[in-house]
């Protein structure tokens, strides 16, 4: 077998997984946020992120789409409380599913940061 010929071809079914890092519990009215995500042993790598917030228990709403980063600074507004959660893409298309149901997108993951400013 001519190994200049061959094709190798990795199979990933297997969804990727995500989270925040956990924030403190009160944050100045900028504040970094972290978040990191993980494939299956010998899957396709994480492509990207889609990072939700929710301010003051509210609807998710997207606030960083389809990011390679795994930070962000967050500009808040005083006395109000935010939850950060994130869904991960991987090379193969697989998308993180959100096992909580709380998402507006359907398919966010679960919240870790709740910082009030």
Known sequence: MDPTKQDLNT???????SNVAALPAVSPGSFA???????????????????????DSGPY??????????????????GHTYDFNSIAFDN????????TGRASHPQQSRPWGRPAV
């Not at 199979?11 to 997984?17: F, G, Q, S, Y």
């Open 92 to 99: 193969a298309g697989n998308v993180q599913s959100d096992p």
């Open 11 to 17: 199979i990933d079914n297997v969804a990727p997984t």
């Open 33 to 55: 946020v972290s978040w990191s995500g993980q494939d299956n042993p010998g899957g396709s790598g994480i492509d990207s992120f889609n990072i939700y917030v929710s301010d």
């Open 61 to 78: 709403t997207l606030w960083q789409h389809d990011t390679t980063a795994t930070s962000a600074t967050f500009s808040g507004v005083n």
